[in-house]
């Protein structure tokens, strides 16, 4: 069974200047040719037969429509874990995950009176509401009671119909919401919510997953052992079509190209080929929404850049300050988190203002490096010399002050991949320059 959705108003294909980029977890750009076509085949659909407005904030959703499988029926289907949360309040089910952790994982025992408490934050704008139901829901079965402080989801600005704020707080005494008066833009929003948790570890949430089995245990463990870490599960895939689907995936490294766009290279063991599962392994770049990181490292490394404006190029700007500024990043395969990766966001967003963002942190942590992000991304040049990056003063002094290593240093011992292709470019662009 699924819950039809309500469409969400559509922008207008952008201009030459303006092209979107979109992505699933920092994805492949789509054209836009195609997702106009794909959207104005929903918009013809939904014309034709128009839904009355409806009391249940769940039915509504993102741009695309988004199946959200039902409960099953039979009370022999419930884990005890879901069982003890449905208990507590119904709208708590999620569908338990098949446990496919490695043996390592799955045997491991943890003693979490030494490990610190959690706050997860969930910023969230036309979310589906039962996704969110479900999210909590495993976090409270999946996570100590002790160590799970509160799940605050941050309201950035949504309308009467999507803000769900009395329904979210009702779920459970651990939920609380914070709304923002104005959209701020996922990376604020974030910002936003750890100034309105105490936690000694701050966890970065989306609203479209399920936390699995024992998924904070082995990140908490590691920022123990290194207080300057930052850690990531890994992402496991939730069906767009089928959301009680959950399927896990390969272990992957992460990294980035001279665009500035987070990609998935491949896996761990083929980078490492000394690496056993389920080792915790070296991220060189982080993929966006995910992460534990403990609030005196969040506070003292500089937070997110708030210069940036609604979401796109944070993830690439923190991988570079954390690894060059003292810290490091890790992905832990014994935590494991689904995430739903969607065809389409259920919100406006504008690329330019995500490209400025990559600007930003290009001028900031690779300046020696422009040459290159100008030839990977020609339209980043022209927005540069129309609009420029901002003020970069504040983020300038921060790179001082903590005394950060060089991009050549990142490149040499954190990501060489990445200067692979330096040489060959810059040839090119000499080239080019010179009409051969």
């Known amino acids: 069974a699924t819950s039809q959705l309500v469409l969400h ?3 207008a294909p952008p201009s030459d200047t303006e092209k979107d980029r979109t992505w699933a977890m920092r994805s492949p750009r789509l054209s836009w040719a195609a997702a106009a076509a794909a959207s104005a085949a ?7 037969s128009r839904p009355e407005p409806v009391e249940e904030p769940s039915m509504l959703s993102s741009m695309l429509q988004v199946k959200v ?3 099953p029926t039979l009370r022999a289907e419930l884990d005890p874990a879901v069982e003890a949360v449905v208990k507590l309040n119904p709208k708590l089910w999620f569908q338990m995950p098949k446990d496919e952790r490695h043996e390592t994982c799955v045997n491991k025992s943890y003693d979490t009176s030494k490990l610190p408490g959690l706050a997860v934050i969930v910023p969230y704008l036309h979310e589906n509401l039962t996704l969110m139901e479900r999210l909590v829901g495993s976090l409270l079965a999946n996570t100590p009671d002790h160590l799970l402080e509160e799940i605050l989801f941050v309201d950035d600005a949504n309308d009467f119909n999507t803000s769900y704020a009395g329904h979210l707080r009702a779920l459970h005494p651990k939920v609380k919401v914070h709304r923002n008066a104005e959209r701020q833009g996922l990376t604020k929003a974030k910002v936003t919510g750890t100034e309105h948790t105490t936690a000694p570890v701050i ?3 989306e609203p479209h997953c399920i936390a699995n089995r024992q998924w904070s245990e082995p990140l908490l463990e590691r920022l123990v052992e290194d207080p300057k870490r930052v850690v990531v599960p890994v992402i496991d895939k939730l069906l767009e079509a089928d959301t009680n689907k959950y399927e896990y995936l390969f272990d992957p490294w992460g990294g980035f190209g001279w665009d500035l766009q987070f990609r998935w290279p491949g896996r761990i063991e083929a980078r490492n080929h000394t690496w056993k599962r389920p080792e915790p ?3 060189p770049a982080l993929s966006g929404g995910i992460l534990a990181i403990r609030r005196e490292w969040w506070e003292e490394s500089g937070r997110y850049d708030t210069g940036m404006g609604e979401w796109g190029g944070e993830n690439i700007e923190m991988s570079l300050r954390i690894w060059r500024c003292g810290g490091s990043i890790e992905a832990v395969p014994c935590s494991r988190i689904g995430h739903m990766f969607r065809k389409a ?3 406006e967003f504008h690329g330019e203002v995500s490209r400025i963002n990559d600007l930003r942190l290009a001028k900031v942590w690779m300046p020696e490096y422009m040459d290159l992000v100008y030839a990977a991304d020609p339209l980043a040049k022209k927005i540069m010399e129309r609009t420029g990056a901002g003020d970069l003063s504040e983020r300038l002094g921060l790179r001082d002050r903590l ?10 011992n954190i990501y060489p991949e990445l200067r692979a292709d330096i040489a060959k470019t810059r040839q090119d662009l000499a080239l080019a320059k010179a009409g051969l």
């Open 9 to 11: 108003r559509r922008r």
């Open 42 to 48: 929903v918009v013809m659909l939904a014309a034709a």
């Open 69 to 71: 499988s039902s409960q």
């Open 203 to 205: 966890v970065f949430m």
């Open 281 to 283: 392994f070296p991220m």
């Open 345 to 347: 966001r259920p919100y």
């Open 403 to 412: 005394q950060c290593k060089s991009m050549d240093w990142y490149i040499d």
